[in-house]
């Protein structure tokens, strides 16, 4: 049985993709999840199949360890920045403008 990562999976929408230990990205559908949902950086095992257009699909996706909740592996991505930070952004840009001239 192969090993691998969960690299993401969105669990409102029920899918996700694996990176096997060999390199190669498997989707996943949220039906084949042992357990219900699954993590980015999860260790996983799981059963390779070949898809509709001939790409491998996992099936049978068992979760062998989890990763911590806080794991930033995945897609991670920053707040915007508020509108005090922006101000104080383009003050900075003019202020060292003018320390140009």
Known sequence: ???GRVKVFHADRKYGFLTSSDGEEVYVPGDQVAGGTLRSGDEVE?????GERGRPVASGVAV???APADNPV?????APPTWDELEERERQRRMARRRRR
Do not use: D, N
């Open 46 to 50: 799981f059963e390779v199949e070949s």
């Open 74 to 78: 995945g897609r991670t991505m920053t």
């Open 1 to 3: 049985m192969p090993t």
């Open 64 to 66: 062998v360890k989890q």
